[in-house]
């Protein structure tokens, strides 16, 4: 399977930094104070896109449909722990790290 690569498509760290500002302006600090309840979708997004696949692709690898990778990845769907592990796992080719801090 050859994957795409779009030279338009930003991280999501130079998003923020184009549109909020680099870390320790205000309005950064800001969004990233209200950015822990969407990490989730914000970290697959951003694991995706370093391996260069379009959410077609990482739905097509793990048997999901698109619309699913797109929702989790915009915070409109929450995903269980077995799942992002499979779509971790098998589609990215990566772990996940799981700890609670009290």
Known sequence: MKTKKNNNIMTLDQFKDKHYGKRGTAKREELEDGYDHFKIGAMLHEARLEKGLTQEEL???????????????????????????????LGLGGSIQLSIKL
């Open 59 to 89: 739905a097509e690898k793990v048997g999901m449909a698109k619309s699913y990778i797109s929702k989790i990845e915009n915070d409109v769907k929450e995903v269980r722990i077995s799942t992002l592990q499979k779509i971790v796992e």
